[in-house]
C-alpha cells in the first residue's frame, strides 16, 4: 500500500463508487477514476501505476454490473462474448503499439468523433429508446465483431478513456438495441477488454494490489447500483447519462491536448 492519508483514502474509494455507477449506466468511469488516481498517488509514482490499479478496480466493478444486467436484461450474452473475444485481442494489439504511438495525434480526431456523435443524439430523440424489431442478422453481428470488439478494443489499448461510452454507441447503432440493452452488452464486453489490460499491467508488475483490492469494492458497489438504476430508469435515463458524459470527455480530452 502506497503512502497515501487516510483523507486522500477515502476520497479514492468515493471516487470509485461514483465511477462505478457512471460505468454501469453508459461507460466512462476511467473519466473520473483514473484523474482520482494520477491526483491521489504520491507524486513520484509513476503513472503506469495508476493505470495499472485502475483496470484492477474497474474489472471487478464491470463484472458486477455485468452479472447484474445478465439477471435481469434481455442479453445475448452468446453475441456479447463473441465480441468481448474480438475486443480481447484488438485490446492487446493496441496496447503493444500504445508505446511507440503518439496519442496527442488522435485526441483531437476523438473529439471531434464524439462531438459528431452528441450532436446525432441530441438530433434524433429516438435513437436506442426501443430496439429494433425482428432478429439480428449474421451481418450485424460480425459488424459488431469488427467495430464493437477489434476496433473499440484496440482503442482501448492504445488509449482508453471512453471505451465504455464508444461500446454502448456502436451496439446501439449496429445491433439496433435500446440503451439499456446496449449497456448491460458492452459491461460484458468491457470485461473482456479489462481483463487483457489487467494482465499485460499484472505482468509488468504496476498495480497497487492492496488499493485496488479497497477500492474496488466500493466500485464494485457503484457498479451493481449503477446496473439497477438503469435497468429501473430505462432508456430515457440513460440517454441524459449518456450526453452527460460523452461532453466531459470532450471536455477530459481537450484538456489534456491543449492545457495540461
Known amino acids: ?35 482520482a488516481l494520477l491526483l491521489g498517488l504520491p507524486a513520484n509514482t509513476p503513472a503506469a501505476y495508476a493505470l495499472g490499479t485502475n483496470k484492477a478496480v474497474a474489472i471487478v466493478g464491470t463484472t458486477g454490473a455485468a452479472v447484474t444486467y445478465a439477471r435481469k436484461a434481455p442479453v445475448d450474452v452468446r453475441t456479447a462474448v463473441r465480441i468481448g473475444l474480438a475486443a480481447l485481442a484488438g485490446s492487446s494489439g493496441g496496447a503493444f503499439l500504445a508505446a511507440g504511438m503518439s496519442t496527442e495525434v488522435l485526441k483531437p480526431v476523438i473529439m471531434v468523433v464524439l462531438l459528431g456523435v452528441g450532436a446525432f443524439v441530441i438530433l434524433r430523440p429516438a435513437f436506442g429508446t426501443a430496439p429494433a ?32 461510452t464508444f461500446l454502448v454507441l456502436a451496439l446501439t447503432a449496429v445491433l439496433h438495441l435500446d440503451l439499456v440493452t446496449a449497456s448491460a452488452t458492452a459491461k460484458i464486453v468491457n470485461c473482456c477488454t479489462n481483463a487483457g489490460a489487467l494482465a499485460t499491467f499484472a505482468w509488468q508488475g504496476t498495480v497497487l494490489w492492496q488499493l485496488a483490492a479497497l477500492m474496488a469494492v466500493f466500485n464494485l458497489a457503484g457498479g451493481t447500483l449503477g446496473a439497477h438504476t438503469a435497468l429501473k430508469k430505462g432508456s430515457g435515463f440513460v440517454r441524459v447519462v449518456l450526453l452527460t458524459v460523452v461532453f466531459a470527455l470532450v471536455a477530459n480530452l481537450a484538456y489534456e491536448q491543449w492545457l495540461a
Open 1 to 35: 500500500m502506497p503512502d497515501i492519508s487516510l483523507t486522500m483514502l477515502a476520497v479514492l474509494c468515493l471516487a470509485a463508487l461514483a465511477a462505478g455507477w457512471i460505468d454501469a449506466v453508459v461507460g466512462g468511469g476511467g473519466l473520473l477514476l483514473l484523474p
Open 133 to 164: 424489431p425482428g432478429p439480428v442478422t449474421r451481418r450485424r453481428i460480425l459488424a459488431a465483431i469488427g467495430l464493437a470488439g477489434l476496433g473499440i478494443g484496440f482503442y482501448d489499448g492504445l488509449i482508453g478513456p471512453g471505451t465504455g
